[in-house]
């Protein structure tokens, strides 16, 4: 009898040491590893606000939703050499340090008048060289997430991929008459 309490235990002991890692999930680690750049929690927060500044929320789900900041990411790190990506990283935290001159508050979380103002200093292209090519990926990368996203295509443009469908039931004409 106490040969099984211990056993039991031992597999209560082994089961909590192998869901304990999972349970300690640490915040300041990005959501998807990347190979060549390094982003943080609050950077990656930074980038998705961004995105949903320039792609709201409405009836439709916005940049946020469809994870269209999660793509950029991952696009930059995969598809730019290193001199585009060391200028993505250097003008995302110009990009912020921009918003905290303006209202001591970082970008994530500036109100949306800050962010509105930050973007339209960024469109009118007064704002330094690395945030402005940062702003130029972002923007482009996010709307192209975005409009291939599955909420995107799937719920609001209703695409279906080509072909389409199959009907293996249409009756067929017959091209010739036999006379």
């Known amino acids: 009898m106490e040969r099984r309490t211990a056993l039991k235990y031992l597999f209560v002991v082994a089961g909590g040491a192998a869901v304990l890692p999972a349970c ?6 990005a959501s998807i ?19 949903e500044t320039i792609t709201p929320a409405s009836a ?10 999660l793509f950029a990411r991952r696009m930059v790190d995969d598809c730019f050499d290193k001199k585009k990506q ?6 995302m935290k110009e990009v912020d340090d921009m918003t905290r001159k303006e209202g001591n508050t970082p970008f994530a979380k500036s109100t949306a008048a800050q962010k509105t103002k930050t973007l339209a200093a960024l469109e009118a292209k007064k704002a330094p060289t690395n945030a ?13 997430g975005y409009l291939t996203s599955r909420p995107i295509l799937g719920d609001v443009f209703h ?21």
Request: zero cysteines.
């Open 159 to 179: 695409y279906e991929l080509v072909p389409g469908r199959y009907n293996g039931a249409v009756p067929v004409k017959t091209v010739f008459h036999q006379a």
């Open 60 to 69: 439709t789900p916005g940049a946020k939703d469809t994870y269209a900041h």
């Open 33 to 51: 590893l990347l190979k060549n750049m390094a982003i943080t929690y609050e950077q990656e927060k930074m980038l998705a606000v961004f995105a």
């Open 86 to 91: 060391q200028a993505f990283l250097k003008g």
């Open 132 to 144: 402005l090519a940062f702003y130029g990926m972002m923007k482009s990368l996010t709307i192209q």
């Open 24 to 29: 300690l999930h640490q915040q300041s680690k």
